[in-house]
């Protein structure tokens, strides 16, 4: 997965350290998804949707919404569902850099 | 400028983007950091997101503009409905900005603030200056508008201040001003004169205490720490403050809580802290007398009053602003103001002129008039320099001094200012700061003219 076209070219320079830190966050992600931690599934999904697109990755920001959606409601099956996409979607990303 | 937002990818493309733009962005991940920098130093603007962990960024955005009603904050949100901007604009947002950010939008929206924020400030300093100067402050001299741009960078946060300067310098009025400039004008200003307080009710004035605490307690008291909250706490010459207290002093801004004496609960009172003193707190530190962590709790921004004879003409300025109503000053006694040191600074100047005003007989003020203390003084005297020589040489200790100071021989200014500073510093034993009374010049200036005519500084030797 390649960032958007229109990305900055100011902000091109930060991607690795963006996909890095979403990588580690696809593992916080699982664990919180074990301990039932849907408030902080809930809280990364609502900051990736405000990230993802800001660094040309709108399909970041759409899962990270599902997230925050399958979070409030608790919605443990959705959410596993959703933090495979993501980290597959990141591992595509950090391999196009 | 400062970006708050808990995310920090998010602030990363911020400081990408405006670093490139010239901007210098500093970086909040709550609420309570934000306000913590803010009270240390004033941005240009602030981007502020929506969503917090600590708080919410709407009621950050009230705190602020409270505190900083001129501060611009740009809202940061992913929501971008209606109601939501709506809330953030009414709520006294400068503007908003949506995410995902788009760099050329968040340049332009922040170099928009920061434009606006920088002409308020600069409207603000020109209309202080068009109003003759600080808060009330007269003053004209190039040291005192030094004094004033150095006020200007801090009276508009949250910083302690640690006020320097002789006695009767204006260390309060200065205190005064800058409370006045700052976003908790509207809250009390409160002063405690910490030498003025016996050693044994000083806990209690500034803490307060419970009915009860001690034989004659019958009442609760609120102590001055207290009733500041929301305001400013001057601590007034606080080298004279017991070592005891300075301990106590020091866990209560540390922890922003404390308990009143003879009490068990906590308060919490919100004030901001200038301290002053006439004494070098460096000396009272190493002389065991101040606590140093104290010292670097309340030293984070030092501002040093010029003494009145390092203001130029200021003497003058303030003699007139201080002459009542009628009376006008005779050239002889203009002359007086503009040379006496006046070692009592600005009080003794006032002072002078109440005098004056009660012995003056006809409209004008005559030399005649003033204090026999102030119209006997040598350097107001027609023929000061040939005194001051003559006096040295009477003194026995410094003869080649006085010598190179003789009147009759013409020699180079530099050669006289060596030889005057090397008679004052002779005839104080080397006290630098008596020499720097009779020579009318600061201890900054002593230091810089001793390094620049290779003359030892007293007791310099002693330290290696």
Redesign the interface.
Known sequence: MKPAADLDPLFRPLLPKYLAARESECATLHLALQQHDFEQITDIGHRLAGSGSSYGFPAISAHGRALEVAGRARDGDTAGAVIGELEALVRAALAHL | MLAVD?????C??AE??LT?DDLTVKVAKDGRACLDSLARFLPDCVLLDL?L?DTTGLALLASINERHPRLPVIMLT?DIAVDTVVAAMQAGAWDYLP??????KLKATVRNAVTQHRLAMRVSQLEREAQGGYGGIVAASESMKTLFRQMDRVSASDVTVLLHGESGTGKELVARALHQASGRSRGPFVEINCAAIPESLAASELFGHERGAFTGADQRRIGRLEQANGGTLLLDEIAELDLSLQAKLLRALQERRFQRVGGNHDVTPDFRLIAATHRQLEDEVAGGRFREDLFFRIAVFELELPALRERDDDALLLAEHFLPDGLRLAAEARQVFLTYPWPGNVRELQNAIEHASVVATSGTVRAADLPRRIRSHPSVQPDAHASVAAEGEAAGTETAAAHDLDPTTLRTLEELERAAIRAAIARTDGNLSEACRMLGIGRTTLYRKLERYGIERPGAGDAA
């Open positions: 808990d995310d920090p990818s998010i990363d493309l990408a983007c490139a969503n962990p992913a995410k995902p950010l788009d760099c050329t």
